[in-house]
């Protein structure tokens, strides 16, 4: 069961609209606003930029993600009356009223942001967003963006991994609600391992508010709960076809056991009754879409012969069975005997269908399992993954920094002795420059006031080492570029659209696609390639060398 | 800055009142339901448990957590109207409407729950929570207690490991909010790290809604956004007893620091004004809790001169400064570096305070690093963690299980051919054994209609092994014993007070001192026993064999 729905909701409900709170913040972002409020500097214009200096999991890319939670969370930031008093009971008691009064007048409504769109291949040290507002108000943004930025962008890239590893054809199942940072973790892994690249999750919740496509299956629970018929208060079907009065399904799933069992060379009494009983329930329920969890007893001498003796009593009465589940055991051997065993019986029982039967597994899937389960020859058709996914064990942070970069439109830097902890000073601008077979050579960075690059013009650019230091200058000609950063929210007001999940869904992999496959390679990729322009090149030394030379 | 708080607001406000909405679950939830209901048995009477298998990261423990957050979603579970909707558009479309009538009418009303007290040390297979009610119904709680409870215990019981490296003393800051899964994961992880033996959080909503002690002090934007002292339109500071008339800090810092740096031989010119200002800046809204974070320029030839100059400024006005801050390089030494100096400037200047600064310290800090700063030497004494709390990389989900152990009063058992997800049957007590000495002997699961065990008097039981299984019986006398599953909400009823958060906190730090060292260790320690009831332990076999010998 696989439903792709519509963004419902999504507008009416107030608990969407805020996707966090003004308070889910650092306390020394209040405190430094006071500073700032004190010194008479909290309305002067400010930008920060936020970026990461290292792509996740030892990947060349990241997917930029979390721009709709951020949108949602900007449009409606105000702090309330109850949240002015919490911050007085913290702060010193002789603290100025009015400071108080500044707060709660904050709005967004001096706040720009450009950004890159969700779903783009993003590159470390370009900015994934830029936010230029009021000091003090830009400042206090810093932890709730970078909150929902963070796991977001980490959790797409994991996904978009997966993705590679399983192919374009495996479906694949997001199901780590359970082992998310709770609710909203659940919520943010589900709705971005969807942008990434995966098909469907098991979070209501995600279907409902984010459209994203829900799926599932049933649980061992249901299975255990079950030891024979006599539990179900209702066993009698209709025919798919509406003709022909309703039969017993249990009677005719009783006499289809025997002859699968006959046929497979199976004892009968090795199956067990409950898991039949449970299968006829879900089957009962769900005569269109029935689903098998083969493995709470013994799939080979239980789970199997019992979903096909159900399955073939639904043929009987001309509905098709869906799939089954594995969720322990080799999944990748079982799969191929099940399906072995399905193409046999599909066969000598003249059912067609049965052969194509989806096959799923479960079980603590992670990169090394998929990778086997993705192979070519392998009958498994949908992957389920949780913890993996949602978890990102590989690496389960982003670490995406805020950084000021320029007050009253003068640039500002941090010149830490921690070389890789430096920053690009200055209100930038960002393209993707592309060779004449459409592939990105390399983004550029460079002052927000500069010309923009033009295609075909030669431009000498220096390219940032890894280390986020620089190295020596190199001339090229694009054939094409683009501007990376857009202007989604001026002034307080939305002026862009952001595009539907699904939409930028498809950009993450049209995205991908570019990349060439030494740099899509998921160990030790070919770096891409990130570099400043000749003047903002000249900038960094200058303020490095103004620095040193002390005020 | 660190302010205990009282848990404010928790109950006024609505958001704090549901921890989850009840569509966060899995979808197979759903066609459960509906495949129970078909069947008829959606009011039968099920008992699941929620347990975990294996204490996380190699530890012989685990914090119990997250039980404030089941309250408050099982008191608040209600579907809405709109949910009802969403669920009919992703199950077939000729389903009963009486089924989603079934679906309107549920609450709580008939669920009971007897759960470990938040901040019991707890052992894996023992039930976490006991949950009971019609099937139906406490099938569809599952995800969303499993999301509740399980990053709650792993983040404490990470939190609770690193309370242990940094001994009684350290104070440890939880920073993590940035690179936490969302705002509900920065919340959830800001709470249990606080329960876990943290003292402070710098996420201001985990003040505001849970009443954590909120700490914080500026970031480097903070200082690189100041250039000089012209930036601030004030600059005058009235003197800490109220007496004489307010003088200009900047004058006083420019005065102290030439003094600084001749007495250390450092040189004026190196430092940065900008730095300088931006704590002068700080200093005047902070006069009573000053701080300098020292390493956006240079710590030793900037940073520091720049803070001793303010903190003597603020001395000669009466005032004392309260700490500095490193955030790159080599933490420890810095800090050995930082306090001989403060120690020589506090005797040269005659400002005793001035030693005892407090020196917090932060940048990526996990086990082994903790491990150093915590060393008997060290002079750091606050020690910020983000990532490596909020993620716990070593190990980033804890695995509880849920799982169906009896219907209609009936044992039930999942005995799928991988022994390790086998489960115990049947509605359990669970009891902590001890020792003359008051130290834990093992956990004893038994049957819940059986008699409880006696102190003082003999008992056979049988350790579970590593992977579940059972080995040999063996005998005991407790010199004193515990229920460990209390009733907390009885058919929908809060039937005992949570304890507050700081209380939880209390007793995860008394549950730990009476674990052996050998236990407590980090690494391969002593592992902890659970054992079974002869009774619970002939159910097994029992159950084991009904099965093996078919229906």
Redesign the interface.
């Known amino acids: ?1 696989e ?1 792709p ?1 519509p963004e ?2 999504q507008e ?2 107030p ?1 969407a609209e805020a ?3 003004p ?10 606003a ?8 909290a309305r ?1 214009p ?1 930008e ?1 930029e936020l970026f990461f200096r290292r792509c996740p999991f030892g990947s060349s890319f990241t997917l930029a993600a979390g721009l709709r ?1 951020c949108m949602r969370f900007l449009r409606a930031f105000r702090l309330r009356p ?2 002015v008093k ?2 007085a ?2 702060l ?1 008691p002789d603290t100025d009223p009015a400071f108080f009064e500044h707060l709660q007048g904050l709005d967004c409504s001096a706040v720009t942001i450009r950004a890159q769109p969700e779903g783009t291949l993003a590159f470390a040290h370009v900015p994934l967003l830029c936010v230029s507002g009021p ?1 003090l108000l830009v ?1 206090l943004l ?3 963006l ?3 930025i ?3 962008s980490l ?1 797409a890239t994991n996904a978009a991994r997966l993705r590679l590893i399983a192919g374009p054809k495996k479906r694949l199942l997001e ?1 780590g ?13 589900s709705t971005y391992s969807y942008l990434g690249g995966f098909d469907s999750s ?4 995600a ?2 508010l984010r459209g994203v496509p ?12 079950f ?2 018929y006599a ?4 066993l009698m079907l209709a025919p798919a076809s509406g003709q022909g009065p309703p039969k017993d399904l249990s009677i005719l799933t009783e006499s289809w056991l025997g002859k699968v069992c006959e046929y497979l060379g199976l004892r009968a ?6 898991e039949r009983a449970a299968f006829v ?2 089957a ?3 005569p ?2 029935f689903q098998g969890l083969l ?5 080979m001498r239980s789970g199997l012969p019992n979903f096909l003796a159900v399955a073939l009593a639904l043929a009987e009465l001309g509905y098709r069975a869906a799939g089954v589940r594995l969720d ?2 080799d999944l990748l051997q079982q799969a191929q005997e099940i399906r072995s065993i399905f193409r046999k019986c599909a066969s000598h029982f003249q059912v067609p269908w049965l052969e194509a039967v989806s096959i799923a597994v479960s079980n603590n899937i992670d990169e090394r399992v998929l990778d086997q389960l993705a192979h070519k020859d392998s009958e498994v058709d949908l992957i389920g993954i949780g ?1 993996n996914v ?4 590989l690496q ?5 920094v ?3 970069v320029s ?1 009253r439109g ?1 640039p ?7 070389s890789e ?1 430096q920053t690009l000073p200055g209100s930038k601008a960002a393209y993707r420059l592309y060779n004449g077979e459409g592939a990105p050579i390399l983004d550029l960075l460079q002052l927000e006031e500069e010309p923009p690059p033009q295609a075909g013009q030669e431009l000498r650019v220096w390219p940032l080492d890894v280390s986020g230091g620089d190295c020596r200058g190199q001339t090229l000609t694009p054939v094409s570029l683009e501007p990376l950063l857009r202007v989604y929210f001026h002034q307080g007001q939305m002026c862009e659209p952001i595009p539907s999940l699904a939409e930028s869904r498809a950009l993450a992999q049209k995205s991908l696609s570019c990349l060439s496959s030494a740099q899509k390679r998921l160990e030790n990729p070919e770096p891409y390639q990130v570099a400043l322009s000749e003047k903002l090149h000249a900038l960094l030394g200058s303020v490095a060398r103004s ?1 040193q030379e ?2």
């Not at 308070?23 to 430094?32: E, V």
């Not at 006071?34 to 500097?41: M, V």
């Not at 500002?412 to 921690?418: G, I, P, V």
């Open positions: 069961m439903k729905q419902l909701e009416k409900d608990e996707a966090a709170r308070l889910l913040t650092d306390l020394y972002q209040i405190t430094m006071l500073a700032y409020w004190r010194a008479g500097r002067e400010a920060f939670d109850a949240d919490y911050l009971s913290v010193p000091l400042q810093e932890t709730p970078l909150c929902l963070n796991y977001a959790v199901m609600l359970r082992r998310a940072q709770g609710p909203d973790g659940g919520l943010t892994a098991s979070n209501v919740l279907g409902q829900v799926a599932g299956t049933l649980a061992h629970s249901f299975v255990t709960s030891s024979g539990q179900s208060q209702v009494e090795e199956t067990h009754l409950g329930a879900y009962l329920a769900f269109q879409a493995d709470s007893y013994s799939v322990s055991g913890t949602v978890t990102c064990p389960p942070s982003l670490g995406c805020y950084k000021l007050v003068q500002c830097r941090k010149l830490t002795e921690d902890k620095s002390g005020p």
